[in-house]
């Protein structure tokens, strides 16, 4: 059989006003996410580590398009959430974002996100200047801790991005590799969902691959998005932007 797939349209990351029930704790429970991504891979457990592996000339948005909805519903159903966002989502554009997937009181006590660039006041920012591994992942610990008081899931919703960890300290990978590494085994024992973005080419990914119990890949292939589990093996699935929702992809099983 000779098969063809349509080439991965970048959506706009800010989705239209309409099409997400900001103010409702369930809207985003109903939405394309929940039946696309949880449905395929049921990955988001408590104590849980899920390495998000992508080729580096996947578009980021097919990526971050599945993660941030996730993220935002964990908040609006009274969790709490760490991100550090890839490098290349500054907070302009989370600033646009955010705001459209999580209601206000949680991105008040519930959310952080970690940015690098003064001047934004939002109250979900958290800024700090690194200064090395250990002290940057203690206050991080700290931040989580908070969090985690707030939490009525018991545990914190915290997505990191490796690419973004390692460019901080590129000549102290050791040190990273081991503050990481104690980081997620301290959060994992109080009932965190761990989630690492990282892309193929960093280089701790095989010590976040060997402790990771779910392993999810994103590929290219002529220009079309594919994505799969590697740990444990799923069939692979097609992503496709979705027209009317354009910050939910969907996936199309590629029979």
Known sequence: KIRSFD?????????????IEKKSSSALGRGRSKASMDKAFDFFEKGSIC??????IVPLTAVMSFILPVLSRFVNEGGSAYLLPPQQLGPAELSQIIPELVTTEGLAERLRVWVDVPGFSEPYFWTFTPQS????????????????????AG????????????????????????????SIGAGTAMGDVNVIISSSTAGLLGSISAMSSRHIKFEAQSGSVVVYSVKPWTRSYLVRSASSVTLFPLLFVIE
């Open 7 to 19: 080439a991965y349209r970048e959506p706009r990351l800010k989705p239209p006003a309409e099409s």
């Open 51 to 56: 390495l998000i592996e992508f080729e580096p």
């Open 133 to 152: 591994p250990e002290s940057d992942f203690s206050n991080a610990d700290r931040v989580r801790s908070e969090l985690r008081e707030r939490s009525a």
């Open 155 to 182: 545990g914190v919703f915290v997505v990191r991005s490796l690419d973004r960890v390692e460019g901080m300290f590129p000549n102290r990978l050791g040190e990273v590799k081991g503050e990481l590494l104690r």
